[in-house]
DNA sequence: CGGCATCCTTATAGATACTG
DNA sequence: CAGTATCTATAAGGATGCCG
């Protein structure tokens, strides 16, 4: 086996291809991880309320991206071993410096909606 | 054919869940997106320019984008009439505004590869 | 409560070949 | 040069049910 295909996937998956906003992507690309994210700039949440503020999304999908997001370092899972189980999530540092992007993220998507309602 | 599935997307389609973050992200939601845009902050590009500067999305990936781009009044695609064909891309004045989105994500991305090369 | 495993459908992305 | 069309493979996503 050799360089038969998926080229250019591979290219990107293996790091950068040349441009930081790609790196940025693959961490925070999926479509749910900036909204997940956003949310919990503000505090730790349990995943109920995750799923609550994102209810455009599946449980599934929260719980899959959720993971993505640990494993790059973005967020904490918090397992407390009690009864019922309770799960809360949390930004680490890494996650809290995504800050800006989330932030500007929020501001453009609110002055994309007052222009839509004005139209 | 009634209200049968889709039932999330579906609202996620129609504008708002409740969260101005996924207002931005139905926008420039795409994978390939964001990094289009910041490629033409930089000033009007030719679609082949466009191709080699994002190798890892093929040019049909960059097309169906840069449409979908063009149909949210991001960018403006500019024809000239004369051979061999030449056609540029460039960003409206709504596309400008997401500088500072666009911009946080490049900055970020270059301290995670600073992070990644130190580790 | 907070998942995870499974199954299944649909959407998406790639390769390739062709056109104005 | 700047796409478009088609075809296929893969993966994303949803529904459901079970478990700690």
Redesign the pocket.
């Known amino acids: 086996m050799d360089d038969t295909?998926?080229?250019?996937?591979d290219r990107?998956k293996a790091g950068r291809t040349g441009c930081a906003v790609e790196a940025t992507l693959s961490v925070i690309g999926?479509?749910?991880k900036p909204v997940l994210l956003f949310h919990l700039l503000e505090g730790k949440l349990?995943?109920?309320?995750?799923?609550r503020l994102t209810p455009?999304?599946?449980?599934?999908?929260?719980?899959?991206?959720?993971?993505e997001l640990e494993a790059d370092g973005i967020i904490n899972?918090i397992?407390y071993p009690e009864?019922?189980?309770?799960?809360?999530?949390e930004l680490t540092e890494l996650g809290r410096s995504l800050a800006p992007v989330l932030l500007s993220m929020r501001d453009w998507g609110q002055r994309l909606q007052m222009l839509e309602s004005a139209a």
Chains 1, 2 share one sequence.
Not at 56 to 67: E, F, K, N
């Open positions: 295909v998926t080229t250019r996937r990107r999926g479509v749910w349990r995943f109920n309320a995750l799923c455009s999304a599946t449980p599934r999908m929260i719980t899959l991206q959720l993971r899972r397992v009864v019922p189980p309770k799960v809360e999530y």
